[in-house]
């Protein structure tokens, strides 16, 4: 079965430095999606980017960008030029279709705190 | 316009109680999920539906009854409310239920606390 797994309970950087966030999956298949949710304290889930396994180059959304390393099974987010309203959890989640669907699998979650 | 609206925010019931939590999508999807997100933020899903068909039930308790009267809706009822099912519950939806690239776009959740 697939696990996400996010090692970092909680983080902190200071605005305007760059912050790293860990992410390890465990799976057999070699064609799947990774996600990276933000989930503020409005509760509200957002999603920041996502990469295709497949595809060797790592995604970029502005400030956000991955390290997609697919044999370590590793995607982490990096955060560059935080922000105060980059503060929330973030959570990685791997998909992959089976049987005409496809489901989510989330990981812990990492509380990014950042302090002005 | 919310793209993905839940009914109510926020639920106080207690223990032995029926309730139900609505969910609207006006975004035309044709996918929708009901999600649970525990004390310690670990977000889990319980059900798929796609055009009002379920696809995904992930070992729910039958005490979760999951109804879509058409694509646009999906709504959770729960009988006889535990302790254990106090959490936020998360209603989302996706353009198809066959593309596993597809964005998932979030309800604001349902706080549920069952005293």
């Known amino acids: 079965a697939q696990t996400v797994t996010q090692s970092q309970p909680e983080m902190s950087v200071q605005e305007a430095e760059t912050v790293t966030l860990s992410c390890t999956y465990d799976?057999?298949?070699?064609?799947?999606?990774l996600f990276w949710y933000k989930q503020p304290p409005s509760r509200q889930m957002i999603l920041v980017i996502r990469q295709e396994a497949y595809k060797q180059q790592n995604a970029t959304e502005n400030r956000f960008s991955v390290n997609f390393q697919k044999a370590a099974k590793s995607f982490s987010l990096k955060i560059s030029d935080s922000q105060l309203g980059d503060a929330a959890m973030y959570f990685c989640a791997y998909s992959r279709s089976a049987a005409g669907t496809y489901k989510y699998i989330f990981g812990t979650g990492t509380r990014l705190k950042v302090l002005a | 316009d919310t793209a993905v609206s839940q009914t109510p925010k926020y639920l106080v019931t207690q223990m032995g109680n029926d309730k139900s939590i609505k969910c609207e999508q006006n975004?035309?999807?044709?996918?929708m999920y009901w999600y649970k997100q525990d004390s310690k933020k670990f977000l889990k899903i319980m059900f798929s539906?796609?055009?009002?068909?379920?696809?995904i039930n992930e070992t729910v308790p039958n005490r979760f009854s999951p109804k879509s009267p058409d694509k646009a809706h999906l709504n959770l009822h729960i009988n006889s409310l535990e302790l254990g099912d106090s959490a936020v519950y998360f209603c989302?939806?996706?353009?198809?239920?066959?593309?596993?690239?597809?964005?998932?776009?979030f309800g604001p959740g349902t706080r549920l606390t069952v005293l």
């Open positions: 975004l035309g999807h044709d996918t």
């Open positions: 799976t057999s298949e070699s064609d799947y999606y």
């Open positions: 989302a939806s996706s353009p198809t239920t066959t593309y596993s690239y597809n964005e998932q776009f």
């Open positions: 539906y796609n055009n009002k068909e379920l696809i």
